[in-house]
Every structure is written in structure tokens, then in C-alpha cells.
């Protein structure tokens, strides 16, 4: 009788730089996922009050990410050109101002892949 087993290692503690900086990050990318989704809603019901339609995110065409990498000096502006056809202009200024507020401060608190950003130790 042949004997069928493989002799496979014991990979139960397979580790690596890569896997190490995964585990680390982790709740760090649901925190900023959380924290991005949030802006994301809060941004809907803002648009769904001035367009007063539930189609309000298609009609706006507001993509956060495209507004971050305006030029900051721009990004009010942008917003406003993107919100020109809002039934309820009143509100425009202040949802424009308080968004880029909301956008800035996610940036502040995460970099690029939702990872937030460590300070070097001195």
C-alpha cells in the first residue's frame, strides 16, 4: 500500500514585512473607510436637499477624490461650477464650504489608501 500523504510544512506562522504592515494597518483602513463613507453620506443628503432629487449625487457629479486634487486655492470654486444647477442656490455656499472642510480634514487624518499617516519620531 502507497502511502498518500504530502509532506506539506506547517505554514501556521507564515510571516512577512508585507503580511506585518497588513495586520498593523488594518483597523486603520476600516477607520478611514468609515470616516470616508460618512463624508460620502453626509454629501448625498446635501444634494438631495438642494437639487431636492433623489437623483441629486448623478445631477452634481461631485467626485470627492477629483475635488482633492484641485488646487487648493481652486476647490471652492470647482464646487460651485459642479453645483451651478441646484434648484436651492441659498445653501450651495455653505454645503461647498463646509464639504471642502469635512474633505480637508479627512486628508489630514489619512493619507492615500486609507492609512493613516505616521509622524516620524524624534
Known sequence: MMDKNVGFEDSTEVSSPKMDRI??????????????????DWLEEQLIDIYESDDAWEMAEIDTEEIMEVEESKRLDTLRAKLKNAKNQDKVEEIATELLERLSSYAANYSIGGVKERKPIH
Not at 30 to 40: D, P, S, Y
Open 23 to 40: 495586520a498593523q494597518t488594518g483597523r486603520y483602513d476600516r477607520k478611514a473607510m468609515r470616516a470616508r463613507l460618512a463624508i460620502e
